[in-house]
């Protein structure tokens, strides 16, 4: 073993190219286009077919041209270029292309989707035609005890309950899809079989050689051994992009799942320490160099794979989740400098002192890489809908922030619903601008009290709101009729038993997370209302909304005093009421409609890169925001409003009652180096956990560093940042970029 990867992260490199989301391998690309022409060519020889038909008709494809990617520096047989289906090329997902098509021939969807998208093109962002379709979850703690095999047998044995030709189809369709999957795992043995005779490195034969036994078995058979289900945390995540269309995000919990493998391994002397560090080193990497860090991040592009791997937490009895893996993946991860697969450390008020200061150190070195959960808000948080308490123990994370019990569930998150553009709408556009999208805001001229304004703007955000989670539940349920996934559907709890795909209802949980996006800047524009008209009355309503109209130009006395007035992150007591009364009247919309599937619209507050991205197309708000600012971050208070003590922000996000947020609630949290020490940042995590709060992306920076990378880059190649659901080298960001987090009020 040695801990010298240059020739591994070269050979990632070669194969996945330059690009950041496309792997430019010729063969890949080759192969790609070929399967989307057979898939195209067959809908269109089959007027007649449904999306089950087009989907065997991509396993047949897969099955007769899959291309194995085997590096002989890496033991681990997995790769394919897919990046877990973040690759926009992955062959399975020519079957929703081709069925939205037809779809979109339906006068009724078609209308319904161009309103849905003109209304989103101000008030919303989300994936997919009503539903996600880009934050897939992992069923690797079942297949850990079953293998591929178990899931093919309880498939044969459900066919004689199918009660619909339909039911009999689908069964079938996973049926032929699981025998693929088995067939593609021989490819691998067969392909590190071919590469032995010229493969002359001893420690690269001994890879091959592991690859040749271990694949021809398992995933097929369960894992029998650390290596095995290790292998099979990125297998999963790899295939079924391939051959389902869906994208899976996740590895994961390995430290949780695959300990007892790893133990009885060092029992029977089939491995060592040296050994199991080495396996993990080299699967790390595997997902870091698919991807080119120095790409420019700039206002189109980020560095997103949506790659992620959830370590510590508890495990499905309440016991603390932190062992010999745990700290062999943080050492990893730091030693290597990984960005990613994206680390969510899952973390509790009373988690070990030494887990807590292995990533205490870490990010205090100025890797901003971590996203942190809280499970003593979160678990309860799942309870409280629906979840049983030993599911809701066994959730992982994927995506940027999107929470997932593993082989239960599969998750709804990419909902983005802009408040902030509530506000806008309502003091700039005219009703002809709005036309467009249906939409006449209640207006605010003539309101003669606060809560006239209260109401109009509430009045228009809970019109908006609620037609946004309505017609996901009328139109959400196209999933299954677009891009069925039988087999991947039937690796989960229920979807067998049930003979329904994962989008048809046949999982055991339906959670929906809809983000409540630029909150602050929605409450304190009603705050500013409320103390500058009303409270202090210096200026009159009209007066107040021309100089928000008029970009505060001429009313730089009148912008300043609306900089004093009370704002999120002061944890005033007016704040706090007016914070948790629009919340609960959210809440109350989301308790009233079902999601497509019955399940519940769970309530979040966390934001991508849409801070920026809409707030520099949004006109002024009346919280003292000029035209093109960024909105505010997740939770966060408006960094340009708040100047109160960390801790008394802290406690103001705590007010909420977070128990309704089960689709999770961010803090980006950036604190001064110069003010912290590695002890007082694991502090600082017991405190955020005892506050209830929920989850946790912290960046440690020396302003003086952030000035001189932008100076010399070359002498901080190493400093990582965290942006808002992904982490990146900030001497890869774009000024525009690099700016913003230097602006960022710093603790």
């Known amino acids: 073993m040695t801990n010298d990867y240059t020739e591994l992260r070269r050979q990632l490199r070669a194969f996945h190219g330059e690009d950041i989301h496309i792997c430019t391998n010729a063969e890949r690309l080759e192969m790609t286009v070929r399967g989307s022409e057979r898939i195209k060519a067959y809908a269109k020889e089959h007027p007649s077919c449904d ?115 339909y039911e009999r189809k689908w069964l079938e369709t996973a049926i032929h899809g699981l025998e693929v999957i088995r067939h593609i795992s021989g490819l691998y043995a067969e392909k590190a079989k ?98 080119n860090r120095d790409y420019e991040v700039d206002m189109i592009i980020s560095h997103e794979n949506e790659h992620t791997l959830t370590l510590g937490g508890c495990d499905a009895e309440g016991h603390e989740v932190f062992n010999e893996l745990t700290r062999m993946f943080l050492k990893a991860y730091r030693e290597q400098n990984l960005i990613y697969p994206k680390f969510f450390c899952r973390f509790s008020r009373s988690s070990s002192e030494e887990y807590l200061n292995l990533i205490g150190e870490d990010v205090f070195s100025g890797r901003g890489v971590y996203s942190l959960l809280n499970d003593d808000s979160l678990i309860p948080a799942l309870t409280a809908t629906g979840h049983t308490l030993e599911d809701a123990r066994n959730y992982c994370c994927s995506g940027c922030w999107d929470i997932s019990v593993a082989c239960c569930e599969d998750n709804e998150g990419s909902n983005f619903f802009n408040l902030a553009r509530i506000v806008e709408t309502t003091i700039h556009y005219s009703d002809e601008q709005l036309e467009r999208c249906q939409f006449k805001p209640r207006r605010l001229e003539g309101a003669q009290s606060f809560g006239e304004v209260y109401e109009a703007i509430m009045g228009n955000a809970k019109e908006i ?156 708000t009346p919280d003292g925001r000029h035209t093109g600012d960024e909105l505010s971050q997740s939770v966060n208070a408006s960094h340009f409003r708040v100047h109160e003590p960390l801790t008394t922000v802290l406690q103001n996000y705590s007010c909420l009652n977070l128990r309704r947020f089960a689709g999770n609630s961010v803090v980006n949290l950036c604190v001064e180096r110069e003010n912290f020490t590695p002890e007082t940042l694991v502090a600082l995590l017991r405190s955020f956990a005892a506050l209830d709060l929920q989850q946790l992306q912290l960046n440690c920076m020396s302003s003086q560093d952030l000035e001189e990378a932008r100076i010399h880059p070359e002498k901080h190649q190493n400093l990582i940042v965290r942006i808002c659901g992904f982490s990146a080298k900030f001497v890869a960001l774009c000024p525009e970029w690099q700016q913003e987090v230097i602006n960022r009020r710093k603790f």
Not at 129 to 158: M, Q, W
Not at 218 to 234: H, I, M, Q, S, V
Request: hydrophobic share 40%; with cysteine; aromatic share 14%.
């Open 51 to 165: 999306a089950l038909d087009l989907r065997r008709e991509a396993y047949d494809f897969m099955a007769e041209n899959y291309q194995p990617v085997v590096f002989t520096e890496s033991p681990f047989y997995f790769e394919n270029g897919g990046y877990g289906g973040w690759n926009r090329t992955a062959v399975g997902q020519v079957v929703a292309s081709c069925m939205k098509e037809r779809l979109l021939q339906n006068r009724e969807f078609s209308n319904a989707l161009h309103l849905f998208q003109s209304r989103g093109s101000l008030f919303y962002a989300c994936t997919g035609p009503f539903y996600d379709d880009r934050h897939n979850n992992s069923a690797v703690f079942r297949l850990l005890n079953t293998g591929f095999k178990g899931i093919y047998e309880e498939a044969l044995c459900t066919r004689e309950k199918c009660q619909t030709p």
């Open 194 to 291: 071919q590469m032995l005779p010229s493969t002359a490195n001893v420690r690269e034969r001994h890879f091959m050689q592991m690859m040749v036994e271990a694949a021809s078995v398992t995933p097929w058979e369960p894992p029998r051994t650390f290596y095995e289900a290790l292998n099979l945390c990125g297998f999963f995540r790899e295939v079924f992009p391939e051959i389902d269309g869906v994208r899976v995000n996740t590895l994961g919990r390995p430290d949780a799942w695959i300990q007892k493998f790893y133990e009885a391994d060092l029992a029977a002397g089939r491995l060592t320490h040296e050994e199991a560090f080495d396996l993990i080193c080299r699967f790390l990497l595997m997902g870091d160099q698919a991807y």
């Open 465 to 620: 709101f609620r037609y946004y989670l309505q017609a996901q539940h009328d139109y959400g349920g196209c999933q299954a009729m677009l891009s069925p996934s039988p087999a991947y559907s039937a690796a989960f709890f229920d979807c067998l038993e049930k003979r329904r795909d994962f989008g048809d209802g046949g999982l055991r949980y339906y959670p929906h997370a809809v983000s409540l996006g630029a909150f602050a800047n929605f409450v304190d524009s009603l705050l500013a209302i409320q103390a500058i008209c009303f409270e202090e009355r210096c200026c009159s309503l009209p007066e107040l909304l021309a100089a928000v109209r008029n970009n505060w130009e001429g009313a730089e006395e009148l912008r300043e005093r609306v900089l004093k007035t009370p704002h999120w992150g002061d944890n005033q007591l007016q704040t706090c009421k007016l914070a948790k009364r629009i919340v609960d009247e959210f809440a109350a919309i989301a308790d009233e409609i079902p999601n497509a599937h019955g399940g519940h619209y769970q309530l979040a507050m966390w934001l991508y890169r849409e801070f920026k991205r809409w707030g520099n197309a949004m006109k002024a």
